[in-house]
C-alpha cells in the first residue's frame, strides 16, 4: 500500500456540530448505556430491558438498586426499573397466565438492543439539550420455550427508554401477532432513590382509590398525601387521570414528578423493615429508608389484544 503523507485523519466530531450522545455496549455487551453532552446518563440490562442507573449530570443516582442485586441474568433485577409484564403479581385466577411466574417473564428474558435514536443539541445555540432514545426488543419467537409453554401467544413488544436532560422516559408497545386473543397486564415497577423515606410525601393520589395489599386487599380511599411509616403496598386508580403528574416530594422539595401516558394505574411498594429482611437480594437491609417504587401501569384488570391489536403505554419521570 502507498503510504500517503497528506493523508485526512478521521475528526471526533463533525465541526460545527454541538457533541452528540454517546452510546456503549459494555459487560460483554449484556449491558448498553448512553450518556448525554450535558453529562446525565443511563445504563440498561439486556436481560430484562432493566433500566439499572439514572444519573443527573453532576453524577448523582436516581434509582436505588440493591448492592447484591442479581445483574448475571440469573435472577430479576432488585432496584432500577423492572419491566412487569405479562402479569403483575401472580393470578391464579386468570387461566392463560396462572402458571407464570410473578410479575410475568419480561423482567426475566434478555431483550434485543434495537437501536438507538437521538434529537441533536441546537447548532445555532449550542444549547446542551439533546436527548437519545435506546430500542429493546422481545417477541414470542425470542422467548425460551418454557415461557412459550406457559404464554403460548404470538406477541411482540417493543420497550423504549428516552433519556433527556430532565427526564427518563419508558414506553412499551405490545402487539398481537397471532390469530387468538391474549390479555395482559404491564407495569414499570420503578425503584426512585430518596434520601430519608420519613421525609417523603407523595402527591397526585389524593381521593383515589386503592388496594391495600398489606391489609387483605380491601379498597380504601386515600386522603391527602401519601407518607410511609410501615409496610406499604397499594395498587391505586388515581382520580385524576394520567396527566396529572404523582409527585414524590422530599424534605418540602420535589424530587420526581411521574406523568403517564396510558397506564392508568399506579403502585406505590416499601417494604419496610421486616419484608426487606426477608429478601436475599435487598441490600443493605436499611436500603427501605432511601427507596419508594412508584410504579406506572396497567393491572387492575387486563388489557385484551384482539390479533393485531396493540397497546402502548408510557411514562415520564422528570426531575
Ligand atoms: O419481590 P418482587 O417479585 O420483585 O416484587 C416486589 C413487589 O412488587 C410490587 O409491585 C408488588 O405490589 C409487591 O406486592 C411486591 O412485593
Not at 425470542?142 to 404464554?151: C, I, R
Request: with cysteine; hydrophobic share 35%; proline share 7%.
Amino acid at each position: 500500500m502507498v503510504d500517503r503523507p497528506n493523508k485526512p485523519t478521521a475528526l471526533a466530531t463533525t465541526p460545527g456540530l454541538p457533541p452528540q450522545p454517546q452510546v456503549n455496549f459494555t459487560h460483554n455487551n449484556s449491558r448498553v448505556s448512553a450518556v448525554l453532552p450535558s453529562g446525565e446518563s443511563v445504563e440498561v440490562l439486556l436481560f430484562g430491558a432493566t433500566v439499572i442507573s439514572w444519573k443527573d449530570c453532576a453524577g448523582n443516582e436516581k434509582l436505588w438498586l440493591s448492592d447484591v442485586a442479581k445483574l448475571d441474568g440469573s435472577k430479576a433485577v432488585r432496584g432500577g426499573i423492572p419491566l412487569v409484564f405479562p402479569v403483575f403479581g401472580t393470578a391464579p385466577d386468570h387461566a392463560a397466565t396462572s402458571k407464570l411466574p410473578s410479575h410475568g417473564f419480561a423482567r426475566n428474558t434478555k431483550w434485543e438492543f434495537l437501536g438507538r435514536s437521538s434529537s441533536e443539541s441546537s447548532p445555532s445555540t449550542g444549547a446542551s439539550d439533546a436527548s437519545i432514545k435506546l430500542d429493546f426488543g422481545l417477541s414470542s419467537a425470542t422467548l425460551d420455550d418454557k415461557s412459550k409453554e406457559l404464554w403460548p401467544y404470538t406477541f411482540s413488544a417493543i420497550y423504549s427508554v428516552t433519556l433527556t436532560p430532565d427526564s427518563l422516559g419508558t414506553g412499551i408497545v405490545v402487539t398481537n401477532d397471532g390469530d387468538k386473543p391474549f390479555e395482559c397486564q404491564v407495569l414499570m415497577h420503578t425503584y426512585l432513590r430518596v434520601k430519608d423515606i420519613a421525609k417523603v410525601e407523595v402527591t397526585g393520589l389524593e381521593d383515589s382509590e386503592y388496594i391495600d395489599k398489606v391489609d387483605g386487599a380491601k379498597t380504601k380511599k386515600q386522603s391527602g398525601a401519601i407518607t410511609i411509616t410501615g409496610e406499604t403496598d397499594r395498587v391505586y386508580q388515581p382520580a385524576k387521570g394520567p396527566s396529572e403528574p404523582v409527585v414524590v416530594i422530599e424534605s418540602g422539595e420535589t424530587v420526581f414528578s411521574v406523568v403517564r401516558d396510558n397506564l392508568k394505574d399506579v403502585v406505590v411498594w416499601n417494604p419496610w423493615t421486616e419484608k426487606a429482611a426477608g429478601m436475599g437480594d435487598f441490600e443493605p437491609k436499611t436500603g427501605w429508608k432511601n427507596m419508594i417504587c412508584v410504579e406506572a401501569g396497567s393491572v387492575r384488570g387486563w388489557t385484551a389484544l384482539e390479533p393485531n391489536d396493540t397497546y402502548q403505554g408510557a411514562q415520564t419521570i422528570s426531575v
